[in-house]
RNA sequence: GCCGGGAUGGCGAAACGGGUAGACGCAAGGGACUUAAAAUCCCUCGGAGCCAGCUCCGUGCCGGUUCGAGUCCGGCUCCCGGCACCA
């Protein structure tokens, strides 16, 4: 009987949940906090109509194998899993078929469980969310109130991308090229009324604490991009004629002296007063048209577009009255939304000032043979009076002195990092838990108030007007607020699908609480997460926005962490078997189920992980997993023949020498690999010792036997089976993890090489305890050494202990 | 434009305090077993040279450091991801 994994796996999955072997321990239990624990964690998914394909499970089948590695090593292991099931795909399948959402989403659920379990995850399914549930959405508009309650949330006026002729606004994701992506219509910006979470005042902090978190440097670097943080000053510069003062912020206070004229955004509140009578048409007509471009536009346009508004600053470093311009490549949304302009030191303003003739002067000293044009490098102030002479850094420090000393201006730091705006006009997501009563006054609902539901709807349309489905519910919109005895009216926004998942890691450590949403007790446990494993495009905002959650959470002193995930690493891309990415247009998706139904789970997880390195990019190969799958038969038929009966081969007794440095190079290697996620190569070093096994006519039992406990993270049900027909009578979930002997490690002999001028020569055997002299000799005499020495003057020797002889002649 | 990451056989990849380049696997070719096929097992498998023992070349390109460079340094090219008029 050969190797039939159809056979092995339902069975061993039905095992190990008859059992409950994956539940982790609350630490509520006695004697449950004695075990270290590790809380290993996947991005949960959002469960599209579609099902897994293969990309999902790579992640997956690497966190499992390091939940059941952990767990043989002692831990109490919390491995969970959960939906992120709000989202959009359901809602326009609600607007295409009128099923409800939540019917939709229950039965995707139902089929991504479905097809996890299949792998053999040894998630602890009793704790399993969804964050449509509302249950668990409870908890999530609970922390919307702490967010607002600490004034982290407020609404605003912002330009948005509204779409008439979908009637609906639109994420930024939704807008290609200033149309929507479904159905191609023009997009425009237009200012609403929006939820916003203050973010921004968690900028620095979040940018800090990256340095204490093991992720991988490009995601950290990808975060502090975004964040953007810059050093500058605020500088007021007064208008002439006017009492005010423009403020600018600027990252080069020390160029000053070559500020020849000012920048406002057209969305400058002051546009309108600064604007003279004599250019007020032509203002108007550039404040209309920059209106109606959308972002992407203005960013896409090459040509520097401005109009001159007739005023005139006083430039506070050398008096000099300079022109204020308004002009689009100037953003209101960061700094002051003015700028001064130093043409001679900024490759934008250089453009502008030459599309409009405006004066340039250099204030910095170019390097030696500069021919460009403006010049943003380092070198001495010039044409700067009092800064003359000093490189960039001191000067900017001297004009920052010198600006706070004179009352002109401020130190100061910026963020490109933006509020977060929270709401969506959409139906399938969560209600914002709060009222807006009739007095004017917002009142967010109590814990006992909440959660506040989601009400039936008829249609899932948007309602035409820029609001969303629910805005039409009048009912459940217009209400009498039992507490304040006012009119009410509800917001009929609801958050984005983001909210739900800034937060599900907490609410896996107590999943059934229905008085809080998680007890401190379990969360100082269980926090932070060890290991966060997902795929690269939530490196920024999933990760930020769970981030900055968390640390409103520490400062209620609500968790005990700073941070929420302690290791971070991502996973690559499965692509199709023409390297592309897999889509269903592409025709080359690979469907988990078939492959399973052909190979089984063992050989799918195993192959996912042997294609190469979790967090590179690799193709899908249809004789790949075949590879694999060859493998595993040879494990079977390691242990048994064709009659399936335990083979002839193994033998009991003491295991021989060679046996056991194969066997222990085999643990040392698969030990080291697996901590450090390089399955690939574990999986290699498994192939190796079977190899070599399997060519021999005597293996030892009790070298197999260790063997099965390294191979079962990788392929639970195989090494189950094996390990049960060894004559074990219970799961080898919690077996010991094998420890490598290092006198097995050590061989008598070593391999030496000798070079002669850097190139490979000769190879030597010698003791691995020889000394420096004999090797040296024995290389020296070695016959295909003296070829290409005799008649050469030796210069030098080298010796590396163990590893080569490096003859330098003449 | 800026910030990351990458480039090694026909293919996926190994080599991670500089020290035998190509482990392991796929594909391919040859052989054994078989009436035949599948499966399995064995052998070959970077390129070139009177393919025997051997020599030369070879890790995207050009230089450098070193006894010795896939690995370190300087300068490029191409591919992937992110950001993008952020003052």
């Avoid at 007020?280 to 508004?309: C, I, L, N, P």
């Avoid at 010198?402 to 990092?417: A, D, H, I, S, T």
């Amino acid at each position: 009987m050969a190797y039939d994994p159809s056979r092995i796996e339902p069975r061993w999955q039905q095992h190990w949940a008859d059992h409950d072997l994956f539940r982790a321990v609350d630490p509520t239990v006695p004697g449950a906090t004695d075990l270290p624990k590790y809380y290993v964690l996947d991005m949960f998914p959002y469960p599209s109509g579609a099902g897994l394909h293969v990309g999902h499970p790579e992640g997956y089948t690497a966190t499992d194998i390091i939940a059941r590695y952990k767990r043989m090593r002692g831990f109490n292991v919390l491995h969970p899993m959960g939906w992120d099931s709000f989202g959009l795909p359901a809602e326009n399948h609600a607007m295409k078929t009128g099923t409800h959402p939540a019917v939709t989403t229950r039965a995707n659920i139902d089929n991504f469980r479905r097809q996890l379990k299949m792998f053999g995850f040894s998630y602890d399914w009793s704790r399993e969310v969804a964050t449509s549930h509302p249950g668990y959405y409870r908890w999530t508009q609970w922390i919307f109130t702490l967010l607002y309650n600490r004034g982290l949330a407020y609404e605003a006026e912002v330009a948005v991308n509204w779409c008439p002729a979908l009637g609906t606004v639109l994420a930024n994701e939704e807008v290609i090229d200033g149309r929507s992506e479904v159905g191609g219509h023009p997009v425009e910006r237009r200012p609403m009324k929006q939820w916003m979470l203050r973010i921004t005042a968690y900028a620095e902090r979040l940018l800090e604490d990256l340095d204490e978190l093991d992720w991988t440097d490009s995601i950290k670097d990808l975060q502090r991009n975004w964040i953007g943080r810059s050093e500058g000053a605020e500088v007021d510069f007064p208008v002439v004629g006017f009492e005010r003062a423009l403020r600018i912020f600027t990252t080069r206070p020390d160029t000053m002296f070559g500020a020849t004229y000012m920048v406002i955004s057209p969305e400058h509140p002051w546009v309108r007063e600064l604007t003279t009578d004599g250019q007020r048409a032509a203002v108007e007509a550039y404040v209309e048209e920059a209106r109606r471009r959308s972002d992407r536009d203005r960013q896409a346009a090459k040509e520097k577009t401005g109009v001159f508004s007739g005023a005139f600053c006083r430039n506070p470093a050398n008096g000099s009255e300079i022109p204020v311009w308004i002009a689009d490549y100037v953003m209101m949304g960061y700094g002051t939304g003015a700028i001064m302009a130093v043409p001679g030191q900024d490759e934008r303003d250089w453009e502008f000032a030459e599309a409009f003739d405006l004066p340039i002067l250099r204030t910095v000293q170019p390097a030696a043979g500069f021919d460009g044009k403006a010049y943003t490098g380092d070198g001495p102030a010039i044409n700067s009076g009092f800064l003359d002479g000093l490189g960039v850094d001191e000067a900017k420090a001297r004009m920052i002195d010198w600006l706070v000393e004179q009352g002109l201006g401020e130190r100061k730091v910026n963020y490109k990092l933006r509020d977060w705006l929270f709401s969506r006009q959409r139906y399938w997501g969560e209600p914002f838990p709060l009222l807006k009563l009739a007095d004017g006054t917002v009142r967010v609902l109590e814990p006992d108030e909440l959660p506040l539901m989601l009400p039936e709807v008829g249609k899932y349309e948007p309602a035409g007007t820029g609001e969303g489905p629910l805005a039409i519910i009048d009912e459940w919109m217009n209400v009498e607020d039992v507490r304040s005895g006012q009119r009410a009216r509800r917001e009929s926004n609801t958050m984005p699908q983001w909210a739900g998942s800034c937060w599900y890691y907490l609410r896996f450590l107590d999943p059934r609480n229905d008085h809080e949403a998680w007890a401190k007790d379990k969360e100082s446990y269980w926090m932070p997460v060890d290991l966060y494993l997902g795929g690269t495009e939530h490196a920024v905002l999933h990760l930020l926005y769970a981030r900055f959650w968390h640390k409103v959470l520490f400062d209620l002193g609500l968790v005990s962490t700073k941070e929420p995930f302690r290791k971070l690493r991502n996973q690559g891309m499965i692509l199709g078997e023409n390297s592309e990415k897999m889509s269903k247009s592409r025709g080359n998706v690979v469907n988990p189920d078939d492959v399973i139904r052909v190979h089984g789970a063992d050989s799918l997880r195993l192959f996912l992980m042997f294609m190469g390195p979790l967090d590179r990019d690799k193709p899908w190969s249809a004789t790949g997993i075949e590879g694999v799958h060859r493998f595993l038969d040879r494990v079977w038929r390691m242990f048994f023949d064709e009659e399936d009966r335990l083979h002839a081969c193994l033998t009991d007794g003491p295991i021989d020498d060679d046996a056991q440095r194969a066997l222990h190079k085999c643990i040392d290697q698969v030990s080291q690999m697996t901590e450090d996620l390089r399955f690939n190569t574990a999986i290699s070093q498994m192939m190796i010792f079977t190899n070599e096994m399997n060519a021999r006519t005597s293996r030892p039992r009790a070298a197999l036997e260790t063997f099965v406990l390294l191979l079962a993270p990788y392929a639970p049900h195989l090494a189950e089976e094996l390990w049960s027909r060894l004559g074990h009578e219970t799961s080898l979930i919690r077996e010991p993890w094998p420890v490598a002997d290092p006198k097995w490690l050590v061989s008598d002999t070593v391999t030496v090489v000798v070079q002669v001028n850097g190139k490979l020569r000769d190879q030597l055997e010698v003791a691995a305890d020889a000394d420096e002299a004999q090797v040296k000799e024995r290389a020296l005499a070695s016959p295909k050494v003296k070829q290409w020495t005799d008649g050469k003057q030796i210069v030098k020797v080298i010796y590396v202990p163990g590893k080569l002889v490096s003859v330098v002649v003449k």
